[in-house]
């Protein structure tokens, strides 16, 4: 019953909250999507798996007869063609008798429900992004709080053993055999890859925004997500933030009291990276032939197989696109693959591949409209390498396209990046009449 209380809230706060703009909407679903894993771990209920998707229902149904300027929809065309056609095709999978109904719907909702968000990123203006950032920052700053108390007494005081936290406690790899610390979300990698989704935003916040409180917030929470980073033990996403935060530095004019004070945050977290060993995991990214492993297990394993056995797919679900532990058994010749290409191919076929692949390369080819210089240049520039980061690299993981909330602030970034920053119609002035000055000595017979 409770869960399902929360599914009606999630679609009613979403949806008032995207009534009254896009930025308030975004964060009102974030704040659904950064407690999913949390809450589905201590509801073990079948309502407790829609609670996200119902506020993302709330968000859409809010944003769908919202007016749009003709220049809006004129930039978001082509992004909503693909949009369109990455929709299209799984939903006339579902007709194919491939898997059971139950298990292609989930199978459809893992591989559509989402894509709409690209729609939205393309209509971010400056008031969502800031409202966007500031719910990002005070959001993480709970996410930390949640981790630094998971760090003392232990996750297992938050997140019960059950079928829903599998996947948590198969990570006891950290330094001492503790867990990888998933905060608040379903897992240690969906906590660290949150983190350093926001930092671009977080950046933006501290150097855009026009109050000082939210400028402050920026700058303080943008060493609390390296340290949920550290926390997470998901080596990936330090080495990308790492680098985002030296982007940072080095391709910004900051003042030399900022860019004092931002180097002595920057080195508290590296003194605790270098000082912690339950913080060191990343360091395993020196032994080579552990990393080679990982990669060829993910990259080599069954893919020819699948294309060979399954050129149609096995079906929407058949490739385990987040499918709940109650409909595992009626998943019809599941195919397991740590590999989110070779995920798609086995549930949409080759055409859908083919597809994602020609989107993915779409994308890569906007570099240039991500790269145009304006006040939020730094955030589209590492926005645009977090999510070809994400499509680079997503052929060693699996989760690209139903991470929770991580796939939204994919979809969001990706339709952002791919259009042209908004354009603020200037209303002419009014001509003047000059006014006529008479010689003084004509102005009596003007009179």
């Keep these: 019953m409770i869960a399902l209380i929360l599914c009606v809230l999630a679609l009613g706060i979403c949806y008032w909250a995207g009534r009254r703009s896009l930025g308030q909407g975004l964060v009102a679903l974030l704040v659904f999507g950064y407690f999913y894993g949390i809450l589905r771990a201590n509801l073990l209920t079948a309502f407790s798996h829609f609670i996200f998707d119902a506020g993302l229902l709330g968000l859409y149904l809010a944003r769908l007869n919202r007016k749009t300027d003709p220049f809006e929809k004129k930039r978001s065309h082509l992004l909503a063609t693909w949009a369109a056609l990455l929709v299209l095709w799984p939903a006339l999978l579902v007709a194919l008798p491939f898997q059971p109904l139950l298990v292609a719907l989930v199978g459809l909702r893992g591989n559509v429900f989402f894509i709409p968000i690209l729609v939205l990123g393309s209509r971010l203006k400056k008031k969502d992004l800031i409202e966007l950032s500031v719910g990002l920052a005070v959001l993480d700053l709970i996410a930390v709080a949640f981790a630094v108390a998971e760090y003392f007494q232990g996750v297992p005081r938050y997140f019960p053993m059950s079928p829903v936290t599998r996947i948590i406690y198969a990570s006891g790899d950290v330094e001492g055999g503790f867990y990888r610390i998933p905060a608040i979300f379903n897992s240690a990698h969906a906590f660290g890859g949150s983190m350093v989704s926001s930092l671009p935003f977080l950046m933006g916040l501290w150097t855009n925004a026009e109050k000082?409180?939210?400028?402050?917030?920026?700058?303080?929470?943008?060493?609390?997500a390296m340290i949920g980073v550290l926390m997470s033990a998901t080596r990936q996403n330090f080495v990308f933030g790492c680098m985002m935060i030296a982007f940072f530095v080095f391709a910004n004019k900051i003042k030399g009291r900022q860019r004092v004070l931002f180097f002595v945050i920057v080195g508290g977290v590296a003194v605790a990276a270098l000082t912690n060993t339950r913080f060191e995991r990343y360091k395993s990214l020196g032994d080579t032939s552990a990393v080679t492993d990982r990669i060829a297990g993910s990259v080599n394993r069954g893919f020819w197989e699948i294309l060979v056995g399954y050129p149609m797919g096995n079906g929407l679900g058949g490739g385990g696109t987040s499918i709940p532990y109650f409909l595992e058994g009626q998943v019809r010749n599941p195919i397991g693959m740590e590999n989110e290409y070779a995920r798609i191919l086995s549930e949409q076929g080759i055409v859908g591949l083919l597809l994602w692949l020609s989107f993915v390369t779409w994308f890569f080819c906007r570099i240039r409209t991500a790269f145009v210089k304006s006040r939020w240049a730094t955030t589209r520039r590492l926005t645009w390498c977090t999510s070809a980061f994400t499509f680079a690299t997503a052929w060693i993981g699996i989760g690209m396209l139903t991470s929770i909330p991580g796939t939204v602030m994919l979809m969001l970034t990706v339709g952002w990046t791919s259009v042209p920053e908004e354009q603020v119609a200037l209303?002419?002035?009014?001509?003047?009449?000059?006014?006529?000055?008479?010689?003084?000595?004509?102005?009596?017979?003007?009179?």
């Design 427 to 447: 209303s002419p002035s009014p001509r003047r009449v000059p006014e006529i000055r008479y010689p003084e000595r004509l102005a009596p017979a003007v009179r």
């Design 212 to 224: 000082q409180w939210q400028r402050l917030l920026g700058l303080l929470m943008m060493p609390a």
